[in-house]
Each structure stands twice: as C-alpha cells, then as structure tokens.
C-alpha cells in the first residue's frame, strides 16, 4: 500500500514506502487467508478420523476417543462451521498482532501453528448465531469449545 499526498506547489505526487505496520497487516492477513482454508478442511466430516481424534485426545488429555469422536461429530451437526472458522481466525489475527514487531521472528521459526493450537485452550462463548438451534447455555459451550479446540489443532497439525 503506497501513501500518496499532493502538496498545491509541487505537480509530483510524494510516495512512501509500506510502514513496517502496514507490511506486519499484509503478513498477518496472508497468514490468515491460509488458516482459514487449514480450518475449514479441518471442520469438515469426512476428516474426523478416528485416529487423528485419539492423537488429538492423548495431546490434550482428553477422553476415550471414541466418545469425543462422537461429540465432535455432533457438535458439526449443532454448529455453524463458518461462524467456528470466523471466530478461530479473528482470535488468531489479534494474537499476532499482538505479537507486533516480534512477528517475523514468530513467523521464522515456525511458531504460528503452535499459536494456532493453542487457540483451542480458550474458554469461549459461541458467538451469536454460531449454533444452529437454541440449546443450555452449558451445553452450547461444550459444544462450541470442543470443536473449536480440535479443529485449532487439526488445522495446526495440518500447517505448511
């Protein structure tokens, strides 16, 4: 992104190079853009295999993997994978932008699919409009947080 200004005496336009937060926003937006297609491949039915469930269930502690295969499976039926995607991607784009100007040094050494994983640790409300059918308050987290977490990981897994 160029800056333009047009001073009355000069006929010249003055440019100025991208700021580095302008190049650390057009980092942070293609690595973004990347994610969310990781996310949303990781959000889809057919890639809940039993074991890469029961990997993700030794890593994070989590139950029999059978179980939570079942409740990933319907927390995909309850939730509106878009939304799910949306909310990962916004709470990654402001944990690298906090990041600032350590960012590059983030990005070189591989550390944003260990951020993109750890995601999946927050303990979060749906969003509005995430769900696809009213339900406990309680319940909807389960739901919501469950995917949230596995999907973060597989998508972090999946990482290039």
């Known amino acids: 992104m160029l800056v333009t200004s047009q001073r009355a005496e000069d006929p ?23 994610a969310v297609i990781a996310l949303r491949e990781a959000a889809q039915p057919d890639t809940l295999e039993l074991e890469d469930v029961a990997r993700w269930c ?10 939570e295969r079942a409740a990933l499976m319907q927390a995909l039926a309850i939730v509106h994978v878009e939304a799910l995607v949306a909310d990962v991607a916004a709470t990654l784009r402001a944990r690298l932008l906090a990041a600032g ?20 640790l927050d303990d979060v409300d749906p969003i509005p409009g995430g769900l696809s059918r009213a339900m406990p308050p309680r319940i909807a987290r389960l739901y919501w947080q469950r995917l949230r977490a596995y999907v973060a990981w597989s998508a972090s897994c999946a990482w290039s």
């Open 12 to 34: 010249q336009p003055v440019t100025s190079a991208p700021s580095g937060n302008a190049r650390r926003h057009d980092a942070v937006g293609e690595i973004i853009a990347a």
């Open 58 to 67: 030794a890593e994070v502690g989590g139950v029999d993997p059978r179980i």
């Open 101 to 120: 100007p350590y960012l590059p040094a983030l990005v070189a050494r591989g550390g944003v699919p260990r951020v993109l994983a750890t995601l999946g």
